[in-house]
């Protein structure tokens, strides 16, 4: 029995379900419902037909979660020289902040992710000695100078000399004296 608080259901019900409550013929205003629901189902259907539906919409909390669940499993990666794994879990914690929503916060998680991607392809060269890891720590740790919220000088001072220590790699390749 429907609750005082929602008497229109109970209407809404005897409508929709009239005929058995002594309608003979459908109210025009449910056919015409009816028609439209029909004529959007049809829609949609052919719309995806032979596809996948698109995925649902996270919240930007599971998108900050998966964000930072990705960037613990990159940091734990980094701390075992595991750097192209690490590199992995980082791009994918990219990936996962750029849903998130709050601009502030979203700022944040990338400004802390182009300093550790940098980092991380420094010492991803010193595993392979693919040069292309040097120039995208370049990019990336100019990205976290330029980032907001904006580093401190001790940050500033860090991110210059890993980008200093890029340089002076790919100039020891260029010469021939290095890797």
């Known amino acids: 029995m429907p609750s005082a608080s929602r008497p229109g259901r109970l209407v809404l019900l005897v409508v929709v379900l009239g005929g058995g409550v002594g309608c003979k013929t459908t109210p025009p205003l449910i056919t015409d419902i009816g028609n439209a629901v029909d004529r959007g189902a049809k829609k ?15 919240s930007e909390e599971e998108a900050a979660t998966r964000a930072r669940d990705a960037y613990e499993a ?3 990666a980094y701390q075992t020289a595991q750097y192209l794994e690490a590199l992995d879990r980082f791009h994918e914690s990219f990936a996962a902040a750029e849903e998130i929503e709050d601009p ?3 700022a944040q998680v990338q400004s802390s992710l182009y300093y550790n991607l940098g ?3 420094i010492r991803a060269y010193d595993l392979d ?7 995208q720590a370049k990019v990336l740790l ?3 100078l330029d980032s907001t919220p904006e580093p401190t000088e001790e940050e500033r001072a860090q991110a210059q000399n890993l980008m200093d220590e890029a340089d002076r790699k790919l100039a020891e390749t260029a010469d ?3 890797a």
Do not use: C, I, M
């Not at 949609?44 to 996270?58: H, N, T, W, Y």
């Not at 000695?129 to 120039?135: E, K, Q, S, V, Y």
């Open 129 to 135: 000695g693919d040069r292309t890891h040097l120039a």
């Open 142 to 144: 100019q990205s976290y």
């Open 74 to 76: 990159g940091k734990l």
């Open 44 to 58: 949609v259907v052919a719309a995806f037909d032979g596809r996948s539906l698109p995925p649902p919409q996270e």
């Open 176 to 178: 021939g004296s290095g």
């Open 119 to 121: 980092s991380t392809h």
């Open 104 to 106: 502030e916060l979203k």
